[in-house]
C-alpha cells in the first residue's frame, strides 16, 4: 500500500510494527493459558512473565508501549475509516488552555428529567465527545433531541435512557453506531425499550454492541428462532471463508459467537416486547444450544488429527435444563458425552475430540465466549471419563454391574435428551439415529424399572433436603426454587412420578416437561381431580416469576404472601405424592403454611 502511495510510508511502517508487536503478545497469552485466547491477563505474575519474555525489565515499559501501539493503530482507523478526528493538540489553544469544541448538547440537557440530566452533563466536555467530528457531534445532539422527545411521550422509560448513555459512552469513537440509530429511528426505540426492559438486556447490549444490528429487521418481532436456517446460514459462511482461505479456528470461533449472540438478542428483544412466552422463550434458547452444539461437533471433527472415519459415531446427552428445554439467558449446559465405535482407539479418539468441543464451547475470544459446560452428571461424576461408550453408559445407568447409578441420577435421567443430529425441519418431529435410538432405549429402560415406591419416596425426600440445605434462604421470605412449595418441590414430584409409574402409565415416559406431565399423571388417576392442573398452572407462575426477576438482576426470594396460593399448591401435590401416608388433608394447610414460614 505503501509503494502504491495507498499509505505514507511511515504509517504503513508503524502499523507493521504495531501489527508484529501485538501478534507476539498474543502467542505469549496463548501459551500462558493453553487457550485460544487474546485477553490480556490482569495477574501481576502473568503481566510480568509476558513482559519479560518480550525483553522488557518490567511490566510498566511493556504496557507503555503496547498503549502507544493501540493509541496509533485506533488513530489511523479512525483516520481511513471513521472520519478526521481532531488532534489532541487541536482541543487547545495558544496558551495549552483545553478549547470548548462547538456543541448543542447543553441546550438539549434542560428537556430530560433530573436523573437523566445529571448524568448527561459530563458529556459537553467528554473527552471522547470533544473529539468527535462536527457532523458526528451533530447527529448525536439529534440524537438525544429525539430520545429526549419520546421520554416526554411516554414511548421509553428514564431507565432505558440512562443505559443507553451508558451503552454509547464507549462506542463514541465509533461514529456507525450513532449514524445507524439516528437513521433508523425504529432500532432506536426498540434499542431504548429493551435497554429499559432490565439490567440483563442492557448489560448484554453493552457486552456485544453489534447485536443492535438485528433490531434493524421488520420482521423480527414475529419471528421465531429457526434451527435449519440458522444452520444453514453459518455453513454458508463457513464455506465463504473456506473460499477465501479465511476458514481457520479463530475465524470460526468468532462466527459461532457472534451469531449466537446475534440470535440470544433476537429471542431477547421478542420477550421483553411480550411477543412470546416465558416457555417459548426456553424452547428457542434451547434450541438454539442444540444448533451450536451440532455445528461445532461438524467443524470440530475434521480438524481432529485423530480422526478416524468421515463422520463421528458421537452423540451428547443433555440434562437440566438443556435436557428439559427450559434454558434461560446465560444457563450453563449440563451434558455428557457418548460414543459407539469399535475402533481400538476409540476411547482416546472421542476424549481428544471431547477436549476440543469444550474449549471451543467455552474460550473467550474478542467475541465473548458461548457456554458455561458441567459434565459432573457422567457416569462416576468428576471423577470418571470425559466421554463414555453407550454400552458402558447403559450398563451403568440399568444397574446390571457392580458399579451403578444413584437415585438421584435416574430423576436427572427422567429430564434427559439425547441432542437432535440434525435440526428439525417444521411441522417434522426431531430426526433421529442409532446411537439417539440406543439412547432413548436406555433412558426408557430406566424410568420403567420396577421400584419399590416407599424406598424412592425415602431417597427422593433425603435428596429434597440435602438441596434445600444447600440453599439457605433469609427469614420470612420465600425463594420461589428452593422453599417449600417452590419450583424444586414440583420438579421431585413429577421424577418420583415418572419413576414410580410409567411401566404402568406410558403416557409419562416422554420427556415433556413438569407442566405436561403433572396434567398427564392427574388425567392418569395417579393425583386427585384438580390437584396436578393447579401444580402445574402454580410451577408456570414461579417460572414467570423466576424468569423476570434473573432477567432484571433481582433475587428471586420474595414476601410469602405474594404467591401464596402457587405455594399452596404446590405443597398440596408435595404432601399428596410424597407423605408417608399419601394423603392430603384440609387440615394440613395450616400445617404447610407455618413449615414454609
Known amino acids: 500500500m505503501a509503494r502504491a502511495e495507498l499509505m505514507p510510508p511511515e504509517a504503513a511502517d508503524a502499523l507493521a510494527r504495531a501489527y508484529v508487536f501485538l501478534r507476539r503478545v498474543e502467542h505469549r497469552i496463548q501459551y500462558l493459558d493453553d487457550q485460544q485466547t487474546h485477553i490480556l491477563p490482569t495477574q501481576d505474575a502473568d503481566l510480568d512473565w509476558i513482559a519479560r519474555t518480550l525483553g522488557y525489565d518490567g511490566v510498566c515499559p511493556f504496557l507503555a508501549e503496547l498503549d502507544t501501539h493501540r493509541e496509533f493503530v485506533a488513530q489511523e482507523f479512525d483516520r481511513l475509516l ?12 495558544a496558551g495549552g488552555e483545553a478549547r470548548a469544541a462547538p456543541s448543542d ?19 459537553p466536555e467528554h473527552p471522547r465527545v470533544l473529539a468527535l467530528r462536527d457532523e458526528a457531534r451533530g447527529r448525536l445532539t ?5 430520545t429526549a422527545q419520546w421520554l416526554e411521550e411516554g414511548r421509553v422509560n428514564e431507565d432505558g435512557v440512562l443505559r443507553l448513555a451508558d451503552w454509547v459512552e464507549p462506542l463514541l469513537r465509533r461514529e456507525s453506531y450513532i449514524a445507524l440509530l439516528l437513521e433508523r429511528p425504529a432500532v432506536h426505540e426498540r434499542l431504548l425499550r429493551v435497554l429499559g426492559a432490565a439490567r440483563w438486556p442492557a448489560r448484554y447490549a453493552m457486552q456485544h454492541p453489534g447485536v443492535i444490528d438485528e433490531l434493524a429487521s421488520p420482521s423480527l418481532l414475529n419471528e421465531r ?17 473456506a473460499r477465501g482461505g479465511e476458514d481457520d479456528e479463530e475465524s470460526l470461533l468468532n462466527l459461532l459467537r457472534r451469531a449466537h449472540h446475534a440470535e440470544t438478542f433476537r429471542t431477547l428483544a421478542r420477550d421483553v416486547e411480550g411477543r412470546i412466552t416465558v416457555e417459548q422463550v426456553a424452547d428457542d434458547l434451547s434450541a438454539l444450544a442444540d444448533a451450536i452444539l451440532r455445528l461445532t461437533m461438524r467443524w470440530c471433527w475434521p480438524r481432529l488429527r485423530q480422526k478416524h472415519r468421515a463422520e463421528p459415531r458421537f452423540g451428547v446427552i443433555g440434562y437440566g435444563k438443556l435436557g428439559g428445554k427450559e434454558l434461560g439467558y446465560g444457563s450453563d449446559l449440563d451434558i455428557v458425552f457418548v460414543f459407539d465405535d469399535e475402533h481400538e482407539d476409540a476411547q482416546e479418539i472421542y476424549a481428544a475430540f471431547v ?9 473467550k475470544t474478542g467475541e465473548g465466549d458461548l457456554f458455561e459446560i458441567d459434565t459432573a452428571l457422567r457416569p462416576n461424576g468428576n471423577s470418571g471419563l470425559l466421554v463414555t461408550d453407550i454400552d458402558a453408559y447403559a450398563d451403568y445407568q440399568e444397574n446390571r454391574g457392580s458399579n451403578t447409578a444413584w437415585t438421584w441420577e435416574h430423576q436427572a435421567m427422567t429430564r434427559a435428551r ?10 417434522a418431529s426431531s430426526p433421529s439415529d442409532p446411537l439417539t435410538a440406543r439412547f432413548d432405549a436406555v433412558r426408557h429402560a430406566v424410568i420403567t424399572a420396577p421400584r419399590d415406591h416407599a424406598a ?31 419450583m424444586v418441590d414440583a420438579e421431585f414430584v413429577t421424577q418420583y412420578l415418572v419413576l414410580a409409574h410409567t411401566a404402568q402409565h406410558p403416557e409419562l415416559a416422554p420427556n415433556l416437561g413438569n407442566i405436561a406431565l403433572l396434567r398427564r399423571a392427574e388425567d392418569a388417576g395417579l393425583l386427585p381431580a384438580g390437584v396436578g392442573q393447579a401444580a402445574a398452572d402454580a410451577y408456570r407462575a414461579l417460572r414467570r416469576v423466576q424468569h423476570r426477576a434473573r432477567l432484571d438482576e433481582q433475587p428471586t426470594q420474595v414476601a410469602p404472601d405474594t404467591l401464596a396460593a402457587e405455594r399452596l399448591a404446590i405443597q398440596q401435590l408435595w ?14 394447610l395450616r400445617k404447610a403454611l407455618l413449615i414454609s414460614n
Do not use: Y
Request: with cysteine; aromatic share 6%.
Open 575 to 588: 404432601h399428596t405424592v410424597l407423605d408417608e401416608n399419601g394423603v392430603w388433608r384440609p387440615s394440613d
Open 418 to 427: 439425547m441432542v437432535p443430529p440434525s435440526a428439525p425441519t417444521a411441522g
Open 225 to 241: 428462532f429457526d434451527a435449519a436456517a440458522f444452520e444453514q446460514e453459518l455453513e454458508l459462511r463457513r464455506e465463504a471463508l
Open 355 to 363: 477436549r476440543k468441543l469444550i474449549t471451543w464451547l467455552t474460550v
Open 82 to 93: 471513521g472520519g478526521d478526528a481532531p488532534c489532541k493538540s487541536c482541543q487547545k489553544g
Open 456 to 486: 424412592l419416596r425415602g431417597e427422593i425426600i433425603a435428596m429434597r433436603e440435602k438441596m434445600r440445605n444447600a440453599h439457605p434462604i433469609r427469614d420470612g421470605l420465600f425463594d420461589v426454587k428452593h422453599s417449600p412449595g417452590g
Open 105 to 123: 448538547i447543553d441546550a438539549v440537557l434542560p428537556a430530560f428529567p433530573e436523573r437523566v440530566r445529571e448524568r448527561l452533563a459530563e458529556w
Open 142 to 146: 439529534r440524537l438525544l433531541q429525539r
